[in-house]
């Protein structure tokens, strides 16, 4: 079993809707979260970042963690064309694992005007 | 921006060959990561640096090596490199071990 599991898509919503991605995880030890928007062939860009559980909102993007069940969630409201990326959520433990920040494989989001 | 640099930003380079790829960290971040990214895969984890020594290591063939020097800056060496090392490589940091990191926009080598 991945350690980092995340719907690859492509998923593909009309301009305006709410678009809900999420990952699965299976390390008990993660406290960290964090959401990555990443453009084609462009460096990964930090999006939000939680620690333990709980929602945050940032604008248009509300992130929730919900540790008990192991999965996390991204919202992003109002949905633009300009959204349109592959989005990658990361997770780590307190003082760090071995393995660095572990990432999910992304999923292609793509908004239609 | 997001304060940290990579160079170069392309590379071109024949197998067998060896190449050198450098990163800058945000200032004041102490950890570096290392990620390849090939086509259409995710990011893979190669190796990362605390206040320059290693603090963990991923999937990182033999042939690669880095290392993080007092400036804090890093580099990532890769030798006798394959077809199949064509990929992008991103370094990111972060202030300490672990937490939100911010990534660099990654050097594309391509081996011919």
């Known amino acids: 079993q991945k350690e980092v599991e995340q719907d690859p898509g492509p998923l593909s919503v009309p301009e305006g809707a709410i678009v809900s991605l999420n990952c699965t995880y299976s390390?008990?030890?993660?406290?960290?979260f964090m959401w990555y928007r990443q453009y084609s062939r462009k460096g990964p860009e930090l999006l939000m970042y939680?620690?333990?559980?709980g929602n945050k909102e940032d604008g248009r993007f509300t992130a929730q963690v919900d540790k008990s069940s192991k999965y996390i969630s991204l919202f992003i409201r109002d949905s633009q064309p300009s959204d349109s990326a592959t989005y990658l959520c990361?997770?780590?433990?307190?003082?760090?694992?071995?393995?660095?920040?572990?990432f999910g494989k992304g999923t292609h989001l793509i908004i239609q005007p | 921006d997001s304060g940290v640099t990579q160079t170069p930003k392309h590379l071109i380079t024949a197998t067998g060959q060896r190449v050198t790829l450098r990163c800058s960290p945000r200032?004041?971040?102490?950890?570096v990561y290392w990620y390849q990214q090939s086509l259409d895969q995710g990011l893979q984890f190669l190796i990362q640096?605390?206040?320059?020594?290693?603090?963990a290591k991923g999937n990182i063939l033999e042939r690669f090596s880095a290392q993080q020097f007092p400036d804090l800056h890093s580099e990532l060496n890769l030798s006798s490199l394959e077809l199949g090392d064509s990929a992008l490589y991103f370094c990111?940091?972060?202030?300490?071990?672990?937490?939100?990191?911010?990534f660099g926009q990654g050097t594309r080598l391509t081996v011919v």
């Open positions: 990111a940091s972060s202030t300490t071990v672990n937490t939100e990191a911010f």
């Open positions: 390390n008990s030890a993660f406290q960290y």
């Open positions: 939680t620690y333990s559980s």
């Open positions: 990361a997770m780590s433990e307190p003082g760090g694992g071995a393995d660095g920040l572990t």
């Open positions: 200032s004041g971040d102490l950890s």
């Open positions: 640096y605390y206040n320059g020594e290693e603090r």
